[in-house]
């Protein structure tokens, strides 16, 4: 079967594009590609594009006469009003005609006769399809009759009107015209030219094929599409850094709003950069529409919080690790269990629906790098049930606490949270299993569809955790995208060294990128120096210089290990560059500054250039004698997926600053 764009037609169709969909998709998928032109789209044209071997189109245009209808256009005088109508077939000849002179007009790279064109008659065969020859082949269009959409017939004559093969700016400006969907506006890339402003922009850029399947799969809401499905609708995508998720995410809502302007859709993620990063880029791709809502997961949470006036925030991080101190103390410290190890279990515990001894007991903790038997999970359940005693005594919540309050609210029936047809999840490897249960429910029963994009080289799938434990089935419902737009060669290829020398043994299901027709690009910067103040200083000079030979600030972002560290090269910045030159992305939405942030909050953004300071923090951390080695290994892990994660977010450069003696896995940027 051919590789259909979207998989299947959102929303209804005339039974005669039903009879073309099922011909077409006939075809061989080795060879073929087709497009249906979505119902979004004012301006008429082609029903269907279809590509074969990569090179050589023919456009598809279905008509709905009927037999009568074809009888009477050979015979007009039996009926004098079908005389004074159009010919058969000509309406569908003029609409070719207008799409062909869209797509011909100057500077377009198309000549007007290098796309030949087909129109369909699913409802009348060759026998009462009498036209003359010369008036079905006119202008390049060859009419094809009912009997001609059986699988080898159709095959046929697609092959025997295919245009020659197609240069790749041709093949660009006619899918850009056929699908305006998948047109990317350079603004939102990190391809512009990061040097002096004086070219012009680049041109608009379109999806690859992998991420228009994706972006237009399962689109229908409709309650007759769900009613084919007795399960959750579930659509997961994995990507390597910088295949388009996050891209998808927007462009996924704004095809959703065009065809179902009536339903709810929530878009979510887990930092407030991201989602104030999506939200900008979908306000410019909307032209301001405000119909899809973009939160937080715990933005989200805080939102239904059935006081609305209560003034709800977590304790800080030091003063929870005071708080687990005392009960560490009071309750495991007689055995080879650390701090940080009860710490751990503690978050994973409050990311699951858990609440009984019981639960815990039975529970499922594959994965978690150390074993717990029956007295132990006993002792932690008691440590846990203390820690929660001393939060509650001092009115205090953790985070992990709101999902799990909310999750109890809606439970008793306090709060009714509002129901969405579409729930999309960027960076989903974050989102813990309590959490899903949250969006599940929150899925209209007969219409909900839940869109997740991961990149399992982040977040918690290298704690053990999978899918099916987060409570998703996801088997037959995944896609992957391997290939990386943002980013370069080099800078890919240092990444997975990086990745893969830190964490030799790792075997979880990582997307492997593919570097195909990837450009070389530059080999990342590594700017050794003794200090951290010396580090903090040589960013800077490096930042103003940038900007002084006309690099755009909002084309630089500076990612450091700590927020301390955050609010310096914020402040630095601001005084070196004037008020407002630098700003944390959590706080802001777009505008033009240069970008600084945490490595926590890095995920999803991108910039052509990227500094990445701080990184001795995560060596000392890795180096303390107050953590098991069984806490090193994950540790490791987890700042190995951050470091590769800080690095893939640059387009063009990375420059890597470190304060001391290198470590061997840094030493190839050097």
Avoid at 334 to 342: E, R, Y
């Amino acid at each position: 079967m051919a590789l259909f764009l979207p998989n299947s037609p959102p929303g209804p169709i005339s039974p005669e594009v039903g009879k073309a969909v099922r011909a077409l998709k006939s075809l061989p998928d080795d060879r073929f590609i087709v497009w249906q032109r979505l119902a979004i789209w004012e301006d008429p044209g082609p029903d269907f594009l279809v590509l074969k071997d990569g090179s050589r189109a023919v456009l598809v245009k279905v008509s709905s006469a009927t037999p009568r209808q074809a009888r009477l256009a050979v015979q007009p005088e039996l009926l004098s009003a079908w005389a004074r109508s159009k010919p058969i077939g000509q309406a569908e000849r003029e609409v070719l005609a207008q799409f062909l002179h869209r797509l011909t007009n100057p500077g377009r790279g198309v000549e007007p006769t290098s796309i030949p064109a087909l129109v369909l008659f699913p409802n009348v065969t060759r026998q009462d399809l009498q036209v003359p020859a010369a008036a079905q082949s006119s202008n390049g269009v060859l009419w094809v009759p009912m009997d001609d959409l059986r699988p080898e017939g159709i095959q046929a004559r697609i092959e025997q009107h295919l245009s020659r093969p197609l240069e790749p700016a041709c093949l660009e400006a006619l899918r850009a015209a056929f699908t305006p969907e998948a047109v990317v506006p350079a603004a939102l890339t990190v391809r512009a030219p990061i040097e002096r402003d004086t070219a012009a922009g680049l041109t608009d850029y379109l999806l690859d094929y992998d991420q228009e399947w994706v972006l237009k799969c399962d689109l229908d809401l409709s309650e007759e599409a769900r009613r084919t499905s007795k399960d959750l609708s579930v659509r997961l995508i994995n990507g390597v850094a910088g295949s388009g998720k996050s891209l998808i995410i927007v462009y996924r809502a704004l095809l959703l709003r065009r065809f179902f302007p009536d339903k709810k859709i929530l878009v979510l993620t887990h930092n407030r950069p991201l989602i104030r990063d999506l939200q900008a880029k979908y306000e410019m791709l909307s032209e301001g529409d405000a119909g899809v809502e973009w939160r937080t997961f715990l933005g989200w949470c805080l939102s239904q919080w059935p006081n609305r006036g209560e003034q709800v925030q977590a304790i800080g991080k030091q003063w929870r690790r005071e708080l687990i101190a005392d009960v560490w103390a009071q309750h495991i410290a007689d055995s080879a269990v650390t701090q940080g190890m009860l710490e751990t279990e503690l978050d994973w515990f409050k990311d699951r629906t858990i609440s009984k001894r019981s639960e815990y007991l039975a529970a499922d903790r594959t994965g978690r790098g150390f074993a717990l038997q029956e007295g132990m999970r006993n002792r932690f359940f008691d440590a846990f049930a203390a820690y929660q005693k001393k939060l509650n005594g001092l009115g205090q919540l953790d985070w992990g606490d709101i999902p799990r309050k909310i999750w109890g609210f809606m439970q008793e029936g306090v709060i009714a949270p509002p129901r969405y047809d579409a729930i999309l999840v960027d960076e989903a490897q974050f989102f813990a299993p309590i959490w899903f249960e949250i969006i599940k429910s929150l899925l209209n029963p007969s219409t909900g569809h839940l869109f997740l994009v991961a990149d399992p080289t982040q977040g918690f799938l290298g704690r053990g955790q999978s899918w099916v434990a987060s409570g998703l089935e996801v088997r037959g419902r995944s896609h992957r995208l391997s290939k990386s737009y943002r980013t370069t060669r080099r800078i890919l290829d240092f990444a997975t060294w990086m990745y893969r020398t830190r964490i030799p043994d790792e075997q979880e299901d990582i997307v492997v990128p593919n570097l195909d027709e990837m450009p070389e690009g530059v080999v990342p910067m590594l700017i050794p120096l003794t200090s951290p103040q010396d580090e903090i200083t040589r960013v800077i000079n490096e930042i103003v210089g940038l900007v002084g030979s006309g690099v755009m600030p909002a084309h630089i972002l500076v990612i450091h290990a700590n927020w301390e560290g955050v609010d310096k090269l914020i402040a630095r910045l601001n005084a070196a560059l004037g008020p407002g030159a630098a700003h944390d992305p959590k706080e802001a939405i777009g505008g033009q500054a240069i970008r600084v942030c945490t490595l926590n909050a890095t995920t999803g953004l991108e910039s052509p250039i990227v500094f990445l300071v701080g990184l001795r923090s995560l060596a000392e951390q890795e180096q303390s004698l107050r953590i098991s080695d069984e806490e090193r290994v994950d540790l490791i892990r987890d700042n190995t997926r951050k470091v590769y994660m800080a690095v893939t977010r640059a387009g063009q450069r990375i420059v890597i600053t470190y304060a001391g003696e290198l470590p061997e896995w840094l030493k190839p940027a050097s």
